[in-house]
């Protein structure tokens, strides 16, 4: 088998201090468990726009559809606020998932031990968590036509439209069945088939490709209200869930922060199987390049460091390399490691972003 090719894409702000951790880890595989990638870097968002006056160059857009997966920062900053929509730094990230046609969009909520008591739910209804939400991410209502705000008479009257095909269903569906394949075995769709339309479409789709293509992963349908009730109560009761675009940006929001700081959140974007059986793929921290804390060596890196996890897991097939890396940052988190952002107590010194990485390495 070829080398695996990595595109590296740090990005703006607390991106390039956070990716930088990433880099020696994968140094780290390379030198002492004998996995090599072909890691290319370059420019997306903001630095890409002071360097070639666009926030995502061709050149970078071509490689990202080449590699076998993308690994990227976050993007932005106040200095760029009043550029044309067009050339603004979140305009290369959104063309990154829109050209890679990245439809399931991954999102764990996993709580390691030592942060439970962090959780604003009690510690023995996150301990040990560890789920998974994959939201269609490029259909459905943030996207159907017809849309807009027109006039009706003497009123304003404001339209979006949910809109699924079968297709956009069933695909986002395969995603979620091979990833619960490689998890708990498990997985519940989410809709509101009892007043939608679309929501009747999407449970028919996904009880089809169930019958067709996994009969092995036992399948449960809720409604999405009730899911977000049960995912408050008892979230240690789903494995995988998949969802539409909107109830999936609601429920992955309220999923990842049962267990603690923006600073912990990897996210993977998955798009259809390329010639060598892997997905199409962009892993990125959840959080944003936080121009309040950039270059002051406070960034938590974990949140990118677990989204290398997840390339690992889902487009490397090192199912174990990956849990040896959550392992090592579950241990960094237990052995009282923690950046600024994890601490509680006043008074207690933070580690820098490089000596969470460290820690990590050491582990
Ligand atoms: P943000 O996620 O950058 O920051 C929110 C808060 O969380 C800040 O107080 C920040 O210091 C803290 N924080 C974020 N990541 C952290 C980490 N790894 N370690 C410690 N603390 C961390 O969101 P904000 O402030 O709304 O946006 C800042 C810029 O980032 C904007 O230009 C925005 O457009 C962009 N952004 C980019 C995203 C991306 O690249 N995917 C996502 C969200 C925002
Ligand atoms: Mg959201």
Redesign the pocket.
């Known amino acids: 088998m070829s080398t695996p090719s990595l595109l590296i894409l740090p990005?703006d702000?607390?991106g390039p201090e956070?990716m930088q951790q990433v880099r020696r880890i994968i140094d780290w595989y390379g030198d002492k468990r004998g996995l090599k990638f072909e890691v290319s870097e370059d420019l997306v968002g903001g630095c890409a726009y002071d360097k070639h006056g666009t926030p995502l160059h061709d050149d970078t857009m071509a490689k990202a559809q080449e590699v076998d997966a993308v690994l990227l920062g976050?993007?932005?900053?106040p200095q760029y606020d009043t550029l044309d929509f067009s050339l603004k730094?979140?305009r290369g990230?959104l063309r990154l998932r829109k050209e890679m046609d990245l439809y399931a969009n991954l999102r764990p909520a996993q709580c390691f031990d030592a942060l439970a008591d962090f959780s604003s739910l009690k510690t023995d209804v996150v301990s040990g968590l560890d789920i998974m939400i994959v939201r269609e991410l490029t259909s459905g209502v943030y996207f159907g036509e017809p849309r807009g705000v027109i006039k009706e008479g003497n009123e304003r009257v404001g339209i979006n439209t949910q809109r699924y095909t079968e297709s956009e269903i069933a695909r986002v569906a395969r995603s979620a069945f091979e990833l619960a394949r490689k998890r708990g075995n498990k997985l519940c769709s989410m809709e509101k088939a009892n007043v939608m339309e679309s929501g009747v479409l999407w449970r028919d789709v996904v009880t089809e490709v169930h019958q067709a293509e996994y009969p092995d992963v036992e399948l449960s349908h809720m409604y999405a209200d009730a899911g977000a009730m049960q995912l408050t109560r008892w979230p240690k009761q789903f494995d995988v869930i998949v969802t539409d675009n909107l109830f999936g940006d609601l429920l992955s929001d309220l999923a990842a922060m049962l267990t603690g700081s923006?600073?912990m959140l990897p996210s993977a974007s998955l798009g259809a199987p390329m010639e060598n059986g892997r997905p199409k793929a962009l892993y990125?921290?959840v959080?944003?390049?936080?121009?309040?804390?950039a270059g002051q060596g406070?960034?938590?890196p974990i949140?990118c460091i677990l989204s290398f996890a997840m390339a690992l897991r889902y487009s490397f097939d090192q199912g174990a390399e990956a849990d040896r890396l959550e392992k090592a940052v579950e241990k960094v988190l237990a052995d009282g490691v923690r950046?600024?952002?994890l601490l509680q107590a006043e008074g207690a010194k933070p580690a820098s972003t490089s000596e969470a990485g460290d820690a990590v390495l050491a582990a």
């Open positions: 990005g702000g607390i956070v976050a993007v932005g900053g730094p979140e990230l923006l600073g990125e921290p959080h944003g390049s936080a121009p309040d804390i406070k960034a938590n949140a950046t600024a952002d």
